[in-house]
């Protein structure tokens, strides 16, 4: 809200967060359900979509009284004494659970490090460095030896990082039970304060969501070794781009968030899935969706073949989405990954293809930098090529039949069946050719 371009989830260009946008303290909006037409009014000023962003805000005022009404009627019903007793309880329980979850951790520290590609173009890639300390029914995350804060939008204020590490470690220990302040009682998570897991005010931290992942799968990176039946290899990552400019059809500004899901990581008995968040819950903006709202065709959603990383089992397919933008004065904020550095396999399974961002794909196409803001006219397509995920297990152990399989559903060439599989398939008959399959794995 009031950044330098719409959506306001710049990387480049951002030096400090006072260019990310407008700046509320804790403020009251509303008293007593009142509305304080004065902040309100600020507000609507200071962004290009003003009825979206007071119609969110009153929609979590109404969340807000619906809770309050249930928590009164429960106070009501039980007594407030009884009630706060519940709620520690509660607590006490999950932390039981939790720590009871990372005792199946055998003890020791185990390290991981992995890189997002850079902080805009021509910059250095960053690095994530973490190191994971179990000792008895608590553990500690530190990122020690990650790289210093950037002078970019792309930093991770440390309530951030936290977030994402502890999901990693519940994922791990105890994916079923509650997600309260009780599970996170055992769990310490430090980074050293100037880096870009922990930075200094007032540095940039609107395009935070692009780090999520990282963070996410470096500590389950670390934890591979400990726990090799629980961990999946590295995810396609996602690209989160925005777009902005002026709807000729409608006569109105516009401003579209967009979201490409791609591969989750191949895991130690299945394949990956495709075309799902495997950080945070969210999922692929339906088609009609964007299009029912925004000046925008989608001409292209679909999974990408020989994308995915080669393993015993396959990493999920990266995802394409193409979407022709009938605007003016356009405007994409660009916020992609793993444009430099592949998906992660694990114990033998290979990366997954890299990400790319184009406009108008085809001969004298334009690429697009992963963290780029850039102009696009009228009739432009920018196609999202998302990354295929990491594979688990080498590949020539994976059963000939399910390559096949996975060459007669299109996500496997046959001429990656035989390079990363060993499997030779009959382009007649589209069987398995078994002797030369036991050649070919032979080498």
């Known amino acids: ?45 200071n962004t290009r979509t003003p009825d979206k962003v007071l119609g969110d805000l009153r929609a979590q005022l109404s969340a807000l009284r619906v809770g309050e009404q249930r928590l009164q009627q429960l106070a009501e019903r039980y007594g407030r004494e009884t009630l706060f007793e519940a709620m520690e309880e509660i607590l006490d329980r999950t932390e039981a659970q939790m720590r009871a979850g990372i005792t199946g951790i055998p003890p020791g520290a185990y390290t991981f490090e992995d890189f997002l590609d850079d902080s805009g173009p021509n910059t250095d890639p960053v690095k994530v460095c973490v190191r994971v300390t179990v000792d008895g029914d608590g553990l500690e995350v530190d990122y020690e030896g990650s790289s210093p804060q950037t002078p970019s939008g792309l930093n991770s204020y440390i309530n951030y990082t936290r977030s994402y590490s502890y999901a990693a470690i519940k994922c791990l220990t105890d994916p079923l039970g509650p997600m309260n302040e009780g599970a996170l009682r055992p769990i310490q998570v430090v980074a050293p304060e100037g880096s870009f897991l922990n930075p200094r005010p007032p540095a940039g931290g609107g395009p935070r969501a692009i780090i999520c992942y990282r963070v996410f799968e470096a500590v389950i990176g670390a934890l591979a070794a400990a726990l090799p039946g629980r961990v999946v290899a590295a995810s396609s990552h996602f690209a989160n781009p925005t777009f902005g400019g002026y709807d000729p059809r409608r006569k109105r500004r516009f401003v579209a968030y967009e979201l490409v899901l791609s591969g989750n990581g191949a895991r130690a008995a299945k394949d990956g899935c495709e075309a799902l968040a495997s950080a945070f819950n969210a999922s692929n903006i339906p088609v009609e969706a964007q299009e029912a709202n925004h000046p925008v065709v989608v001409e292209r959603f679909e999974l990408i073949a020989d994308s995915a990383g080669a393993g015993k089992f396959r990493g999920g397919c990266g995802i394409r989405r193409d979407m022709k933008f009938l605007a003016e004065d356009g405007k994409l904020t660009n916020l992609s990954e793993r444009q430099r550095f592949a998906p992660y396999g694990l114990f033998g399974g290979k990366s997954g293809v890299l990400a790319r961002t184009v406009i108008n794909p085809g001969p004298g196409e334009r690429v697009v930098h992963g963290k780029a803001s850039v102009d696009f006219a009228y009739g432009d397509v920018i196609s999202f090529q998302q990354s295929g995920a990491g594979g688990y297990g080498p590949p020539f152990e994976r059963d000939p039949s399910r390559v096949l399989e996975d060459v007669l559903e299109g996500y496997v060439s046959i001429e990656m069946a035989r390079r990363e599989y060993g499997v030779v398939i009959d382009p007649v008959t589209m069987t398995v050719d078994g002797p030369a399959t036991e050649r070919a794995r032979r080498g």
């Open 1 to 45: 809200m009031g950044g330098q371009r719409p959506g306001s989830q710049g990387v480049v260009g951002i030096f400090d967060y006072f260019q990310e946008g407008l700046r509320i303290p804790p403020t009251k909006v509303w008293r007593e359900y009142r509305e304080n037409t004065d902040v309100v009014g600020i507000i609507a000023a």
